[in-house]
T-cell receptor, first 115, second 111 residues
Framework: DGGITQSPKYLFRKEGQNVTLSCEQNLNHDAMYWYRQDPGQGLRLIYYSQIVNDFQKGDIAEGYSVSREKKESFPLTVTSAQKNPTAFYLC??????????????FGSGTRLTVV | RKEVEQDPGPFNVPEGATVAFNCTYSNSASQSFFWYRQDCRKEPKLLMSVYSSGNEDGRFTAQLNRASQYISLLIRDSKLSDSATYLCVVNGGSSASKIIFGSGTRLSIRP
């Protein structure tokens, strides 16, 4: 079955620690995205990538980094510079240029908590 | 004014009722519109796109009013399984940064 896999489902981070969230898709989608969701708020765009080896900052990129070395993979690193990282992180993909017509496919999310 | 606004609810209605909620958007150049459904602690899933002429999918009807800049979702004969948060999504341009998610309307269907 085609889809997006995010791991881990739950992640606990200590103060000052970097952590990496995995996102893999086998939908052959060109574009991939990372969103953050906080309680009672809409999804906010962290980073997106429309093609391999290229990515752009979204609205809240500070304290995060990404890479896109393979079409299937778009890992997100939450660095120690991100002061309030506790949130639900969602990875999504779409056929490039077609998110306007077909929307996104989302992974099941990673819930990150700072301990 | 927020770019995309939704009544957060919760809407609490009996099974079988008809329920409708709106979503307003501020960017008059917005090009496409969607409703997503999100269950508690799960990822959003695309419910339906919203077309200019309005569209229906079973018990769900979506409409767009460009003049007043809002979209609506109508659910007829509501089921217990319709309980979820409904997210309005507005695409204001060709870049991913122009896709704006509303904060969602929570719907609870009671037996």
């Amino acid at each position: 079955d085609g889809g997006i896999t995010q791991s881990p489902k739950y992640l606990f981070r200590k103060e000052g620690q970097n952590v990496t969230l995995s996102c893999e898709q086998n939908l052959n989608h060109d574009a991939m995205y990372w969103y953050r969701q906080d309680p009672g708020q809409g999804l906010r765009l962290i980073y997106y990538s429309q093609i391999v080896n290229d990515f752009q900052k979204g609205d809240i990129a500070e304290g995060y980094s990404v890479s896109r070395e393979k079409k299937e993979s778009f890992p997100l690193t939450v660095t120690s510079a991100q002061k309030n990282p506790t949130a639900f992180y969602l990875c999504a993909s779409s056929i490039e240029g077609a998110q306007a017509n077909y929307g996104y496919t989302f992974g099941s999310g990673t819930r990150l908590t700072v301990v | 004014r927020k770019e995309v606004e939704q009544d957060p609810g919760p809407f609490n209605v009996p099974e079988g009722a008809t329920v409708a909620f709106n979503c307003t958007y501020s960017n008059s150049a917005s090009q496409s519109f969607f409703w997503y459904r999100q269950d508690c602690r799960k990822e959003p899933k695309l419910l339906m796109s919203v077309y200019s002429s309005g569209n229906e999918d079973g018990r769900f009807t979506a409409q767009l009013n460009r003049a007043s800049q809002y979209i609506s979702l109508l659910i007829r004969d509501s089921k217990l399984s319709d309980s979820a948060t409904y997210l309005c999504v507005v695409n204001g341009g060709s870049s991913a940064s122009k896709i704006i998610f509303g904060s969602g309307t929570r719907l609870s269907i009671r037996p």
